[in-house]
Protein backbone atom coordinates (compact mmCIF):
# COMPACT_ATOMS: atom_id res chain seq x y z
CA UNK A 1 0.00 0.00 0.00
CA UNK A 2 0.84 3.82 -0.48
CA UNK A 3 3.08 4.96 2.18
CA UNK A 4 3.44 8.73 4.03
CA UNK A 5 6.15 10.09 5.66
CA UNK A 6 5.98 13.65 7.83
CA UNK A 7 9.14 15.20 8.70
CA UNK A 8 9.84 16.64 11.19
CA UNK A 9 8.13 14.39 13.46
CA UNK A 10 8.66 16.77 16.74
CA UNK A 11 8.96 20.39 16.59
CA UNK A 12 9.35 23.25 19.56
CA UNK A 13 8.48 26.98 18.70
CA UNK A 14 8.56 29.84 20.31
CA UNK A 15 5.28 31.81 20.11
CA UNK A 16 5.16 34.34 16.93
CA UNK A 17 7.46 31.66 15.11
CA UNK A 18 6.89 30.09 11.55
CA UNK A 19 7.20 26.56 10.30
CA UNK A 20 6.46 24.49 7.71
CA UNK A 21 5.41 20.63 7.70
CA UNK A 22 6.15 18.08 5.11
CA UNK A 23 4.52 14.89 3.87
CA UNK A 24 6.04 12.76 1.36
CA UNK A 25 3.89 9.68 -0.40
CA UNK A 26 4.70 7.63 -2.31
CA UNK A 27 2.34 7.21 -5.23
CA UNK A 28 -0.28 8.49 -6.93
CA UNK A 29 -3.10 10.42 -4.98
CA UNK A 30 -6.58 11.30 -5.55
CA UNK A 31 -7.44 12.69 -1.96
CA UNK A 32 -5.05 14.68 0.62
CA UNK A 33 -5.97 16.12 3.85
CA UNK A 34 -4.15 18.17 6.41
CA UNK A 35 -5.67 17.35 9.96
CA UNK A 36 -4.84 18.45 13.68
CA UNK A 37 -5.26 16.60 16.52
CA UNK A 38 -5.84 19.11 19.46
CA UNK A 39 -4.40 18.26 23.03
CA UNK A 40 -8.07 16.95 23.78
CA UNK A 41 -7.72 14.27 20.84
CA UNK A 42 -10.19 15.65 18.31
CA UNK A 43 -9.62 15.93 14.45
CA UNK A 44 -10.16 19.13 13.24
CA UNK A 45 -10.17 19.57 9.10
CA UNK A 46 -7.56 21.80 8.53
CA UNK A 47 -7.31 21.42 4.31
CA UNK A 48 -8.33 19.10 1.51
CA UNK A 49 -5.69 19.31 -0.98
CA UNK A 50 -5.13 16.98 -3.75
CA UNK A 51 -3.33 19.51 -5.15
CA UNK A 52 -3.01 23.24 -5.90
CA UNK A 53 -2.41 25.67 -3.06
CA UNK A 54 -4.90 26.87 -0.68
CA UNK A 55 -4.69 29.15 2.65
CA UNK A 56 -6.54 29.85 5.50
CA UNK A 57 -6.12 32.65 7.79
CA UNK A 58 -2.35 31.96 9.23
CA UNK A 59 -2.11 28.34 7.92
CA UNK A 60 -1.73 27.65 4.32
CA UNK A 61 -0.99 24.10 1.91
CA UNK A 62 0.71 23.35 -1.39
CA UNK A 63 0.26 20.02 -2.83
CA UNK A 64 2.61 19.17 -5.90
CA UNK A 65 0.95 15.51 -6.74
CA UNK A 66 3.40 15.23 -9.57
CA UNK A 67 6.26 15.23 -7.49
CA UNK A 68 4.27 13.46 -4.27
CA UNK A 69 4.50 16.21 -1.56
CA UNK A 70 2.38 18.46 0.48
CA UNK A 71 3.32 21.00 2.42
CA UNK A 72 1.55 23.03 5.33
CA UNK A 73 2.65 26.61 6.78
CA UNK A 74 2.15 27.53 9.77
CA UNK A 75 2.62 31.21 10.37
CA UNK A 76 2.40 33.44 13.71
CA UNK A 77 2.03 30.63 15.36
CA UNK A 78 -0.11 30.23 18.79
CA UNK A 79 0.14 28.05 21.66
CA UNK A 80 -3.37 26.59 20.93
CA UNK A 81 -1.83 25.62 17.71
CA UNK A 82 -0.30 22.91 19.82
CA UNK A 83 -1.12 19.53 18.90
CA UNK A 84 -0.04 16.64 16.53
CA UNK A 85 -0.67 17.43 12.58
CA UNK A 86 -1.65 14.53 10.25
CA UNK A 87 -0.85 13.93 6.94
CA UNK A 88 -3.48 11.45 5.16
CA UNK A 89 -3.59 10.26 1.65
CA UNK A 90 -6.00 8.30 -0.73
CA UNK A 91 -4.12 6.07 -3.48
CA UNK A 92 -5.36 7.06 -7.41
CA UNK A 93 -6.29 3.15 -8.32
CA UNK A 94 -8.98 2.62 -11.01
CA UNK A 95 -12.32 1.00 -10.36
CA UNK A 96 -12.70 1.46 -6.38
CA UNK A 97 -12.53 4.25 -3.88
CA UNK A 98 -9.32 4.27 -1.38
CA UNK A 99 -9.02 4.51 1.73
CA UNK A 100 -7.05 7.22 3.82
CA UNK A 101 -3.70 6.49 5.07
CA UNK A 102 -2.63 8.77 7.70
CA UNK A 103 1.20 9.94 8.50
CA UNK A 104 2.31 9.15 11.65
CA UNK A 105 2.23 12.82 12.63
CA UNK A 106 4.14 16.14 13.45
CA UNK A 107 4.03 16.98 17.25
CA UNK A 108 4.14 20.50 17.65
CA UNK A 109 4.34 22.48 20.77
CA UNK A 110 3.76 26.10 20.81
CA UNK A 111 5.77 28.10 23.94
CA UNK A 112 5.49 31.23 25.17
CA UNK B 1 -25.02 20.94 10.50
CA UNK B 2 -24.39 18.72 14.37
CA UNK B 3 -21.32 16.98 12.52
CA UNK B 4 -20.81 13.22 13.42
CA UNK B 5 -21.85 12.39 16.60
CA UNK B 6 -21.00 9.23 18.56
CA UNK B 7 -21.63 7.89 21.88
CA UNK B 8 -20.71 7.11 24.25
CA UNK B 9 -17.40 9.52 24.75
CA UNK B 10 -15.78 7.15 27.26
CA UNK B 11 -16.56 3.74 28.08
CA UNK B 12 -14.97 1.26 31.05
CA UNK B 13 -15.46 -1.79 30.78
CA UNK B 14 -14.26 -5.14 32.10
CA UNK B 15 -12.41 -7.73 29.96
CA UNK B 16 -15.05 -10.10 28.67
CA UNK B 17 -17.63 -7.74 28.35
CA UNK B 18 -19.51 -6.28 24.95
CA UNK B 19 -18.61 -3.04 24.01
CA UNK B 20 -20.66 -1.32 21.39
CA UNK B 21 -20.06 1.96 20.39
CA UNK B 22 -22.27 4.29 17.91
CA UNK B 23 -21.71 6.48 15.55
CA UNK B 24 -24.27 9.23 13.42
CA UNK B 25 -22.65 10.24 10.42
CA UNK B 26 -23.47 13.73 8.90
CA UNK B 27 -26.94 13.90 7.03
CA UNK B 28 -26.21 13.76 3.45
CA UNK B 29 -23.01 11.77 3.29
CA UNK B 30 -22.73 8.05 1.79
CA UNK B 31 -19.07 6.98 3.17
CA UNK B 32 -18.68 6.08 7.05
CA UNK B 33 -15.97 5.05 8.40
CA UNK B 34 -14.85 3.76 11.65
CA UNK B 35 -10.96 4.22 12.97
CA UNK B 36 -8.81 3.19 16.16
CA UNK B 37 -5.60 5.18 17.16
CA UNK B 38 -3.37 3.56 19.66
CA UNK B 39 0.34 5.15 20.46
CA UNK B 40 1.78 1.89 19.08
CA UNK B 41 -0.02 1.89 15.52
CA UNK B 42 -1.27 5.37 15.07
CA UNK B 43 -4.59 5.95 13.39
CA UNK B 44 -5.51 2.93 11.17
CA UNK B 45 -8.97 2.02 9.50
CA UNK B 46 -10.93 -0.75 10.88
CA UNK B 47 -14.35 -0.47 8.16
CA UNK B 48 -16.03 1.74 5.93
CA UNK B 49 -19.39 1.91 3.92
CA UNK B 50 -20.89 2.84 0.95
CA UNK B 51 -24.69 3.26 1.06
CA UNK B 52 -24.90 1.37 3.97
CA UNK B 53 -23.00 -1.46 2.25
CA UNK B 54 -19.62 -2.41 3.84
CA UNK B 55 -16.89 -2.38 1.04
CA UNK B 56 -13.69 -2.47 2.95
CA UNK B 57 -13.23 -4.75 6.44
CA UNK B 58 -10.01 -5.93 5.77
CA UNK B 59 -8.25 -3.51 9.39
CA UNK B 60 -11.33 -5.78 11.72
CA UNK B 61 -8.25 -6.75 13.79
CA UNK B 62 -10.22 -10.26 14.23
CA UNK B 63 -13.52 -11.86 14.67
CA UNK B 64 -14.30 -10.35 17.63
CA UNK B 65 -15.20 -7.16 16.09
CA UNK B 66 -18.53 -6.49 14.36
CA UNK B 67 -19.70 -3.40 12.61
CA UNK B 68 -22.93 -2.67 11.17
CA UNK B 69 -24.74 0.25 9.21
CA UNK B 70 -28.32 -0.61 9.36
CA UNK B 71 -29.52 2.75 7.50
CA UNK B 72 -27.93 6.01 6.53
CA UNK B 73 -27.55 7.58 9.93
CA UNK B 74 -26.82 4.89 12.47
CA UNK B 75 -23.76 2.68 12.63
CA UNK B 76 -22.65 1.10 15.33
CA UNK B 77 -19.02 -1.20 16.07
CA UNK B 78 -19.27 -4.12 18.38
CA UNK B 79 -16.29 -5.64 20.30
CA UNK B 80 -17.27 -9.19 21.99
CA UNK B 81 -15.71 -9.79 24.40
CA UNK B 82 -13.29 -7.48 25.00
CA UNK B 83 -9.71 -7.62 25.83
CA UNK B 84 -7.66 -4.84 27.55
CA UNK B 85 -5.91 -4.96 24.09
CA UNK B 86 -8.82 -3.34 22.27
CA UNK B 87 -8.07 0.04 25.14
CA UNK B 88 -7.70 2.74 22.43
CA UNK B 89 -9.36 5.65 20.84
CA UNK B 90 -11.77 4.67 18.28
CA UNK B 91 -13.00 7.66 15.67
CA UNK B 92 -16.22 7.51 13.36
CA UNK B 93 -16.05 9.63 10.05
CA UNK B 94 -17.98 10.27 7.05
CA UNK B 95 -17.94 11.99 3.65
CA UNK B 96 -19.31 12.17 -0.10
CA UNK B 97 -18.06 10.70 -2.67
CA UNK B 98 -18.84 10.40 -6.57
CA UNK B 99 -17.55 7.92 -9.36
CA UNK B 100 -15.26 5.92 -6.82
CA UNK B 101 -13.45 9.28 -5.37
CA UNK B 102 -13.78 9.79 -2.01
CA UNK B 103 -14.09 14.02 -0.46
CA UNK B 104 -13.29 15.43 2.39
CA UNK B 105 -13.65 13.40 5.78
CA UNK B 106 -15.09 14.87 8.85
CA UNK B 107 -14.14 12.91 11.93
CA UNK B 108 -16.44 12.72 15.08
CA UNK B 109 -14.92 13.15 18.99
CA UNK B 110 -14.12 9.50 19.34
CA UNK B 111 -15.17 7.31 21.81
CA UNK B 112 -12.09 6.23 24.34
CA UNK B 113 -12.58 2.84 25.43
CA UNK B 114 -10.68 1.21 28.55
CA UNK B 115 -10.69 -2.54 28.95
CA UNK B 116 -9.90 -3.17 32.37
Not at chain 2, 63 to 91: C, G, H, W
Request: proline share 5%; net charge negative; hydrophobic share 35%.
Amino acid sequence: GIQVEQSPPDLILQEGANSTLRCNFSDSVNNLQWFHQNPWGQLINLFYIPSGTKQNGRLSATTVATERYSLLYISSSQTTDSGVYFCAVAERRAGTASKLTFGTGTRLQVTL
Amino acid sequence: DAGVIQSPRHEVTEMGQEVTLRCKPISGHDYLFWYRQTMMRGLELLIYFNNNVPIDDSGMPEDRFSAKMPNASFSTLKIQPSEPRDSAVYFCASSLGQDNLLYEQYFGPGTRLTVT
